[in-house]
């Protein structure tokens, strides 16, 4: 697991363990418990305060002093993309490769713009990520024994290369024209067959 064990236990023999990870005092109206005589685990996998008290069976001798403090839990190393940005053509493919300092980091991947969740086993990912469209990349790396790493973020463009133009005359792009017959009939290409076109005829951008 990627957390820090921290084992509460008691030399008092039939108390409870109370204890709270938000920094407030623990009581035995507040906070969770422990399993009566038994040592209790918690998992850290965050920075947090952490309290706990002992109270004895029907509160007889009162509850023991509050222990515990503020556990700090490195962070894994950010993660580095081989690429940060840039523009491509629709229909290629950008190939991101995912690195970190501490071998064995994983990797959690997002392509919306939101944080990776490193707890959601459906946003983990692998070196190297094909981005194939626009968007904005963010990967968040975990180490075992450590909290996730801040995001690291990419923002990839992929654009529609400029249409083609020719006339069934044979000559290329703007010029000159006699209208003989008519007016000359312009055809419009792209070298993605399911681009779709858009056009005017008074010098405005489409």
């Given at each position: 697991a990627n957390s820090n064990a921290l084992v509460l236990s008691t030399t008092t023999a039939n108390a409870d363990i109370y204890y709270t990870t938000d920094g407030s005092t623990p009581s035995s109206t507040h906070g969770a418990k422990c399993a009566r005589n038994t040592t209790c685990s918690i998992d850290v996998a965050q920075?947090?305060?952490i309290y706990a008290i002992a109270q004895s069976d029907y509160n007889v001798a009162g509850p023991s002093s509050v222990?515990?403090?503020f556990y700090t839990i490195a962070r894994t190393p950010n993660p580095t993309l081989s690429v940060y940005s840039g523009t491509y053509n629709y229909g290629a493919s950008a190939s991101v490769a995912l690195a970190d300092s501490l071998a064995g980091a994983s990797f959690f991947c997002t392509t919306d713009g939101?944080?990776?969740d490193t707890t959601n086993p459906a946003q983990a990912c692998t070196s190297p990520v094909?981005?194939?469209k626009s968007e904005t990349l963010k990967v968040v790396a975990l180490a075992n024994g450590y909290g996730p790493s801040?995001?690291?973020t990419g923002n990839y463009t992929f654009t529609l290369a400029?249409?083609?133009f020719s006339n069934?005359?044979?000559n290329k792009g703007p010029g000159t024209y006699y209208l003989v017959n008519g007016a000359p009939q312009v055809q419009l290409t792209d070298s993605m067959a399911t681009a779709h076109f858009c056009y005017t005829t008074n010098g405005a951008t489409p």
């Open positions: 920075s947090e305060q222990a515990g403090g939101s944080t990776p094909a981005v194939t801040n995001a690291a400029p249409p083609g069934t005359g044979g």
